[in-house]
């Protein structure tokens, strides 16, 4: 086994702090990753603090990974030693399910291997994540990302970037759609960028006027100030999509009277249950509201080509390691434009 320097929590209560961790050796079909950045993610807080319930503890979070290829398997094609590469929210699969065999690793019916908090299949107990030096990875799960980005800035892509670009990829979001993303934070700052690039009609529906003029600035064309009921109604059956990123559970019927008919909202935020939705806003013009996830490997790496080919990158505040808990803290404040990276360097000196 390799030992690795990481961060991790021993209990939901706990502070982070320094540990020694294990890593698998290399096997023939692996790629061992120098972690250069890791992004910060809410849904490393719920984890850590087990509010979904299935923490395992101690708990090293961390699915947006960029590092450096430092070694690879006998059997290994796709990589080198020296290549830039991204492992995201997932590190293995069964691959031979139908989801694998359609490219949806994270649906695989025998039960997808995430970055941190699942069954480890080589070592005794779960995997753990990216707050660390280094990782060891199958090949199939490991991602190219091009130098010509600023790589730091690349890291929350392989979460809330694919968590937005796929849903605005499956209804096929086109030049001059009139595309409303919900909610301006780590997902919605990114499903205006995507959805502005794809030419779509783009417009950032929010609670709050101030946030008007950053919307503006990643891309959005207009704001909706949802509290305003006259804008919200002046708006009503005119949108061909809303990506709804709002992380917590609320009132979605407001945003379906805005959708056209037979056309679509999708939910990528609020995992849990959603009270109150009238079933007449989705029969009356046979409205659908959906949810969607991450994406498959496939589709993290074509959306990887398309920030290259766009020049997209999240915007990011970097962090020590060390700051990991007041990181924690100020997400939960939403107090950070618009994701926290952490410099894997202060953790490694």
């Known amino acids: 086994m390799l030992e690795a320097k990481a961060y991790g929590a021993s209990s939901?209560?706990?502070?982070?702090?320094?540990?020694?961790?294990?890593?698998?050796?290399?096997?023939?079909i692996d790629v061992k990753i120098d972690i250069l950045y890791c992004g910060v993610c809410h849904s490393d807080i719920h984890a850590k603090l087990n509010d979904w319930g299935n923490a395992?503890?101690?708990?090293?979070?961390?699915?947006?990974?960029?590092?450096?290829?430092?070694e690879v398997g006998s059997k290994v094609s796709k990589y080198k030693v020296g290549d830039l590469v991204g492992v995201g929210c997932m590190v293995d699969s069964c691959q031979e399910c139908s989801a694998c065999e359609e490219d949806m690793e994270m649906w695989c019916e025998n039960g997808s291997t995430s970055t941190y908090n699942s069954k480890d299949k080589f070592l005794d107990g779960h995997t753990l994540g990216g707050y660390s030096t280094t990782i060891v990875v199958r090949e199939e799960f490991v991602l190219s990302v091009s130098e010509d980005l600023d790589i730091k800035a690349v890291a929350p892509l392989l979460c809330a970037g694919i968590t937005t670009y796929s849903p605005l990829k499956h209804w096929n979001i086109q030049k001059g759609d009139k595309v409303g993303i919900v909610g301006l934070g780590g997902l919605g700052h990114m499903g205006i960028k995507f959805a502005a690039a794809m030419g779509a009609e783009t417009v950032m529906i929010t609670t709050s006027e101030e946030k008007s003029k950053d919307a503006k600035r990643l891309g959005a064309d207009s704001v909706i100030i949802s509290k305003d009921k006259d804008q919200m109604k002046e708006h009503n059956n005119s949108f061909d999509f809303i990506l709804n990123t709002i992380p917590v559970g609320h009132d979605v019927n407001p945003y379906l009277a805005l959708l056209k008919r037979d056309k679509t909202m999708c939910l990528v935020g609020a995992i849990e249950p959603l009270e109150n939705v009238h079933g007449g806003n989705l029969i009356l013009r046979r409205k659908r509201l959906a949810g969607s996830l991450i994406g498959g490997i496939k589709e993290t790496q074509e959306m990887l080509d398309f920030c290259?080919?766009?020049?997209?990158?999240?915007?990011?505040?970097?962090?020590?390691?060390?700051?990991?808990?007041?990181?924690?803290?100020?997400?939960?404040n939403s107090d950070v434009k618009y994701r926290f990276v952490i410099d894997m360097e202060s953790l490694k000196s």
């Open 12 to 28: 939901a209560d706990a502070n982070f702090g320094e540990m020694t961790i294990d890593r698998r050796d290399l096997h023939d």
């Open 56 to 70: 395992k503890y101690p708990i090293v979070p961390g699915h947006e990974i960029i590092g450096k290829v430092t």
């Open 308 to 332: 290259a080919e766009h020049n997209i990158v999240s915007d990011v505040e970097m962090i020590n390691m060390q700051d990991i808990d007041n990181a924690f803290e100020r997400v939960q």
